[in-house]
Nanobody, 116 residues
Framework: QVQLVQSGGGSVQPGGSLRLACAAS????????MGWYAQFPGKQRELVAGITSAGSAHYVDFVKGRFTVSRDNAKNTVYLQMNSLKPEDTAVYYC??????????WGQGTQVIVSS
């Protein structure tokens, strides 16, 4: 059983920054893919940032230049750095790790609220 524990969410003003963390209970050295998903109010969960099995990072257009995904293997943790936050970024964010094809684990989700 793998657990993913998320932290780092909260409320910030427009233009502010947050760093979301997703700590795994097992080694992440050999993971296949990683992804960060957002569930915006009233909408389905969607992928906003991730790293492919080839190691390349990809981002949806509306977060490009503002969000960055990274990892710290020593801490078994993946991160989503969120800069220049906008009210439209308000959502529940989830991490997902794929340890091998078709074997996925989800974090519990964390709320990000961007408002004045």
């Amino acid at each position: 059983q793998v657990q993913l524990v998320q932290s780092g969410g909260g409320s910030v003003q427009p233009g502010g920054s947050l760093r979301l963390a997703c700590a795994a209970s097992v080694s992440i050295v050999g993971i296949y893919t990683m992804g960060w998903y957002a569930q915006f109010p009233g909408k389905q969960r969607e992928l906003v940032a991730g790293i492919t099995s080839a190691g390349s990072a990809h981002y949806v257009d509306f977060v490009k230049g503002r969000f960055t995904v990274s990892r710290d293997n020593a801490k078994n943790t993946v991160y989503l750095q969120m800069n220049s936050l906008k009210p439209e970024d308000t959502a529940v964010y989830y991490c997902n790790l794929e340890f091998r094809p078709r074997v996925h684990y989800w974090g519990q989700g964390t709320q990000v609220i961007v408002s004045s």
